[in-house]
């Protein structure tokens, strides 16, 4: 299952030569995680009201191969490539114009809000990630 989101670079996102700061790459990442969830119909703050759940980094990879520069439009492809029922993992690929810049390797867990513990991933949330 794969998905794309287009962000724009702004001054905030840069360093003092223009760059983007390399924890930013992760920002971008999340938002693109955040969207696939909310195009699929399903909102986190619902999932942690009415389900006591949410989704967590457990482990992130991040490998950085050229920078994003001021004013540039970034595309960020998510390929979800393994789902259980406690944890999902993807790769993330941040582009400009199709070239790769950054690359996450990211797995997510599913931890109840109350406790942190693990958790099964909402039965809606589980059927709709699958496809």
Do not use: W
């Amino acid at each position: 299952m794969s998905f794309t989101l287009d962000v724009r670079v702004y001054y905030e996102d840069t360093d003092a030569g223009g760059r983007v700061y390399y924890a930013n790459y992760l920002k971008y990442a999340e938002r693109a995680r955040t969207e696939i969830l909310r195009g699929l119909g399903i909102e986190q703050m619902e999932l942690l009201r009415e389900h006591g759940t949410g989704f967590v980094v457990r482990k992130c990879t991040v490998e950085y191969f050229k920078s994003a520069m001021l004013d540039d439009r970034l595309t960020i492809e998510t390929h979800i490539h393994d789902i259980t029922k406690a944890t999902l993992a993807m790769q993330q690929v941040i582009k400009k114009d199709g070239e790769k810049l950054v690359t996450l390797d990211v797995k997510l867990a599913v931890i109840r809000a109350e406790d942190g513990r693990v958790a099964r991933m909402p039965a809606h949330v589980f059927k709709a990630l699958k496809g």
